[in-house]
C-alpha cells in the first residue's frame, strides 16, 4: 500500500466513524433536533476536525441516505432478478418499501427527506442521485416488463406509473397523526392500510383482461 493508498484509507475510516456516530444520534433524537457539537462529542473530537471531511450537517446526513440508497438498490436488484411476471414484481417492489420503513426507520427517514437537499457541489448528493435512477430505472423496468408480458394495462406510461406508485408508497409511509387517529378511530392499523392500499394501486394497473 502506497503512502497516498494509506492516507485515503484512513480518511475513509475517519469519514466512516464520524457517520456511524452522527447515524446513532439521528435515529435517537431525529434530524432536526441534532447540531454539529453533539455529532463531534459523539465522534470524540474536535468540531472544528468534522469541517474537514464534511460541509455541514446536511452532508453527513446525506451519507446516511447513501448507505440506505445502497440498501435498496442491492435488495431491489436482488429481487426483481427473480423469475417473475412484471405485475408481481411491481408488487414485490412497493412491499419491499413498506418493509423496508418498517425494519429500518432511521435509514428510511434519511433517504426520504434528504431528496428535499440541494445536491449543489456535494459529491456525496450526486452518488445518492446516481443511484436513485439506478433504482427508479429497475421499477420503471418492472412495469415495462408487465405491459410486455401482458399483466399490466398498455395504455399506462412506465414513467409516470412509477411516480405514481413511488409518491404512493411515501405517503403511506409517512402517515400523519390525523391519519393514524382516523385508523385507530375505525380499528385499523398501520398494516391495513398499506395491504389495501396496495392491492388498490396494483388493481388500478393491472390487465382486467388476463387477470
Not at 159 to 182: E, G
Not at 188 to 195: E, G, K, P, R, V
Request: proline share 1%; aromatic share 12%; glycine share 4%.
Amino acid at each position: 500500500m502506497t503512502k497516498a493508498e494509506r492516507k485515503q484509507r484512513e480518511l475513509e475510516l475517519r469519514r466512516n466513524d464520524i457517520v456511524d456516530a452522527a447515524e446513532k444520534l439521528f435515529f435517537a433524537k431525529g434530524y432536526e433536533t441534532v447540531n454539529m457539537n453533539d455529532i463531534a462529542q459523539e465522534a470524540e473530537m474536535a468540531r472544528g476536525t468534522l469541517y474537514q471531511y464534511f460541509k455541514n450537517k446536511e452532508d453527513i446526513y446525506a451519507s446516511i441516505a447513501l448507505r440506505a440508497a445502497k440498501m435498496i438498490n442491492e435488495r431491489f436488484q436482488e429481487l426483481l432478478s427473480h423469475d417473475l411476471n412484471g405485475i408481481d414484481k411491481v408488487r414485490w417492489v412497493c412491499k419491499f418499501y413498506y418493509d423496508f420503513y418498517r425494519e429500518y426507520p432511521g435509514y428510511y427517514d434519511a433517504y426520504y427527506h434528504s431528496q428535499m437537499f440541494e445536491i449543489d457541489d456535494s459529491k456525496t448528493l450526486k452518488k445518492l442521485q446516481k443511484i436513485r435512477k439506478t433504482s427508479f430505472k429497475l421499477a420503471v423496468n418492472s412495469i415495462k416488463e408487465g405491459i410486455e408480458d401482458g399483466t399490466l394495462r398498455d395504455d399506462i406510461d412506465p414513467v409516470v406509473t412509477a411516480l405514481y406508485l413511488l409518491s404512493t408508497s411515501n405517503n403511506i409511509n409517512n402517515i400523519s397523526p390525523v391519519t393514524q387517529m382516523y385508523l385507530d378511530e375505525y380499528g385499523l392499523t398501520h398494516d391495513d392500510l398499506f395491504n389495501q392500499t396496495l392491492d388498490i394501486s396494483i388493481r388500478s394497473i393491472e390487465n382486467s383482461k388476463t387477470s
